[in-house]
T-cell receptor, first 114, second 113 residues
Framework: NAGVMQNPRHLVRRRGQEARLRCSPM?????VYWYRQLPEEGLKFMVY????????ESGMPKERFSAEFPKEGPSILRIQQVVRGDSAAYFC????????????FGPGTRLLVL | GQQLNQSPQSMFIQEGEDVSMNCTSS?????WLWYKQDPGEGPVLLIA?????ELTSNGRLTAQFGITRKDSFLNISASIPSDVGIYFC?????????????FGKGTRLHILP
């Protein structure tokens, strides 16, 4: 059983461009969580999705950020018109149910905005 | 928002030494979690704690849920080179109805050659 997969692992964007981060959950996992980690910081919750539905997006900035988890395919975290402050590592975690100890994290996407 | 204070920020130790780190909060937590993050990777859950006073081991790692429910401790015995990494405490605050994990800022463990 492959683990949580994220791509790309590294992404460089110029200010104003769009960033699309993909997360393929583990097989059988229908719950996906996105977290952001700034340098020297812990992870901060952004959004929780369950197949085709956004359950909790309270940690996600209201503007420029969006997330989806379609019926088929990976979950996507989309950042429009990136700014330097968006530079961070973005991790997704997947889980077979909505419990904290069953969240398995992917290797992350490191976004650098020039 | 709620914060977890993790200490120390960094540790430099010799191989074979025991390691202790802790995590404190100003508010009560009802679940404590300890993760390890290797460079370039995502966090991996080491130990989960659910009750005040609970002491749980995972190999050379032992973690405790503080009896005040406002702190937790992680000990690593007889450290080895592969223990190098960042250790994060995390938890679920009491009365947290939306089950959002709060993370500390991490303890960076370095092993001197």
């Amino acid at each position: 059983n492959a683990g949580v997969m994220q791509n790309p692992r590294h992404l460089v964007r110029r200010r104003g461009q769009e960033a699309r981060l993909r997360c393929s959950p583990m097989k059988g996992h229908s719950h996906v969580y996105w977290y952001r980690q700034l340098p020297e910081e812990g992870l901060k919750f952004m959004v929780y999705l369950q197949k085709e539905n956004i359950i909790d997006e309270s940690g996600m900035p209201k503007e420029r950020f969006s997330a989806e988890f379609p019926k088929e395919g990976p979950s996507i975290l989309r950042i429009q018109q990136v700014v330097r402050g968006d530079s961070a590592a973005y991790f997704c975690a997947s889980s077979p149910r909505h419990t904290v100890e069953t969240q398995y994290f992917g290797p992350g996407t490191r976004l650098l905005v020039l | 928002g709620q914060q977890l204070n993790q200490s120390p920020q960094s540790m430099f130790i010799q191989e074979g030494e025991d390691v202790s780190m802790n995590c404190t909060s100003s508010s009560i937590f009802n679940t404590w979690l300890w993760y390890k993050q290797d460079p370039g990777e995502g966090p991996v859950l080491l130990i989960a704690l659910y009750k005040a006073g609970e002491l749980t081991s995972n190999g050379r790692l032992t973690a405790q849920f503080g009896i005040t429910r406002k702190d937790s401790f992680l000990n690593i015995s007889a450290s080895i080179p592969s223990d190098v990494g960042i250790y994060f405490c995390a938890g679920l605050p009491f009365m947290n109805r939306d089950d959002k994990i709060i993370f500390g800022k991490g303890t960076r463990l370095h092993i001197l050659p």
